[in-house]
């Protein structure tokens, strides 16, 4: 009698909304949310969404992390995080302290990480995909060797923290041992 | 088999529709039509009108059900409303208040 509701069961704990279901409505819950169809309206969870890559989300969605393999039309606002993986397809605001923009992700709005020292970075971020990465591999060590090689590369897209390099002493020799953050910074030029 | 999963402390207001099973353990206002089977466990709670194949309830309902099919009322379940269905099962210990009707023809 209850041997298939038990096998239902063993399933939750998670909150999945399958590819064929449509929810239109306000979702609210403090579970991990999995979305392979489509949810419309107003989701709030304490949890985390996880967007599968059929899943559509027309919604204002308030949780603590997302992460975006589907489509997104409206704002998402996380306490933690924010992924668009490469399949992830979003036009609206991302608001949260950490967002991670995947190569092949796409993405039109505008991104807010207002927290601590992303301020001042957290404007130029919101339109380059690539920064997510940029910013993870590019340390916070003495910055003049990579500065300099960044001039060299990006000619032509003077920053005021490059034009203040043609004053600094020329590159040395042993900087070069530094190529590969080179071109990660160079990237984040372009 | 059930791909869609309302977990207990998920709340949804408003309409679920599609063409899958859907078990709900949290709580769902509003509207539910699917094609396959809604299953209300025992923590569910169904505030809505409910058209599906086939409905199975253990926990709360309290509006319309109709099912193309068969609904079933679990013992310990507690229903309110109108049930419409070719077949229709209630268990001992079920609580249920409404009408019954059980006229295939009336579908």
């Given at each position: 009698m209850a041997t298939t509701k038990e096998m239902t069961v063993g399933a939750g704990g998670t909150t999945v909304i399958g590819p064929t279901i449509t929810v239109n409505g306000k979702l609210s819950g403090e579970e991990d949310l999995t979305v392979r169809g489509r949810l419309e309206g107003e989701v709030t969870l304490s949890k985390t969404l996880i967007l599968e890559s059929s899943g559509i989300v027309k919604a204002n969605v308030s949780v603590k992390n997302a992460i975006i393999s589907g489509v997104v039309v409206g704002n998402v606002r996380a306490t933690e995080s924010v992924e668009l993986t490469k399949e992830g397809r979003m036009v609206g605001d991302i608001q949260a302290p950490r967002v991670i923009l995947v190569d092949g992700a796409s993405f039109r709005g505008r991104i807010e990480m207002g927290e601590a020292a992303a301020g001042r970075a957290a404007g130029e971020r919101?339109?380059?995909?690539?920064r997510g990465n940029a910013r993870a591999s590019a340390p916070p060590r003495p910055p003049p060797p990579p500065r300099a090689e960044a001039r060299g590369n990006a000619r032509g897209t003077v920053t005021p923290i490059l034009s203040k390099l043609e004053k600094a002493p020329p590159l040395s020799p042993a900087m070069a041992g530094a190529g590969k953050k080179r071109v990660v910074v160079r990237k984040r030029e372009r | 088999m059930a791909n869609t999963v309302i977990g207990s402390s998920i709340v949804i207001d408003g309409e679920i529709s599609g063409d899958e099973d859907l078990v709900v353990q949290g709580t769902v206002k509003g509207k539910i039509s699917l094609k396959e089977s809604l299953f209300v466990e025992g923590s569910g709670i169904v505030e809505a009108d409910i058209e599906t194949q086939n409905v199975e309830v253990a926990g709360r309902v309290t509006g319309n059900i109709n099912a193309s099919e068969k609904v079933e009322l679990k013992s310990d379940c507690r229903v309110v409303g109108d049930i419409r269905a070719p077949r229709i099962l209630i268990a001992d210990g079920a609580s249920f208040k409404g009408n019954v009707d059980m006229d295939a023809k009336g579908r």
């Open positions: 919101a339109s380059r995909p690539a | -």
